[in-house]
């Protein structure tokens, strides 16, 4: 059993930044590729950005690539999302996703895992 906890949301001006930390407790950790998503209200829970177990893949959706940096501290049992120039459109609420295969997924499905969210709001 995982078990996630997300921190580091708020609100901030357009262009600013935030940094999301995602707090995992479980031995499995460093064997899990993990991910950041995000749901806006009426909208469905989309992809952001995602990191292989040991953090040597990473992938960012397009929306997000050049702004976004995905980490992990696999000593720390935790994971990181650095969220630079944000925009209004990014407000959301976001979830950190763990899945027991060392290879990242985009896919919401394939996460077994799931935080409660932590929400973003990006004023304009």
């Known amino acids: 059993q995982v078990q996630l906890v997300e921190s580091g949301g708020g609100l901030v001006q357009a262009g600013g930044s935030l940094k999301l930390s995602c707090a995992a407790s479980?031995?499995?950790?460093?064997?899990?590729?993990m991910g950041w998503f995000r749901q806006a209200p009426g909208k469905e829970r989309e992809f952001v950005s995602a990191?292989?177990?040991?953090?040597?893949?990473?992938n960012y959706a397009d929306s997000v690539k050049g702004r976004f940096t995905i980490s992990r501290d696999n000593g720390k049992n935790t994971m990181y999302l650095q969220m630079n120039k944000l925009k209004p459109e990014a407000t959301a609420v976001y979830y950190c996703?763990?899945?027991?295969?060392?290879?990242?997924?985009?896919?919401?499905?394939?996460?077994?895992?799931w935080g409660q969210g932590t929400q973003v709001t990006v004023s304009s």
């Open positions: 996703a763990a899945r027991s295969k060392p290879a990242y997924s985009g896919r919401t499905s394939e996460y077994a895992y």
């Open positions: 479980g031995r499995t950790f460093s064997t899990s590729a």
């Open positions: 990191i292989s177990s040991s953090g040597a893949v990473t």
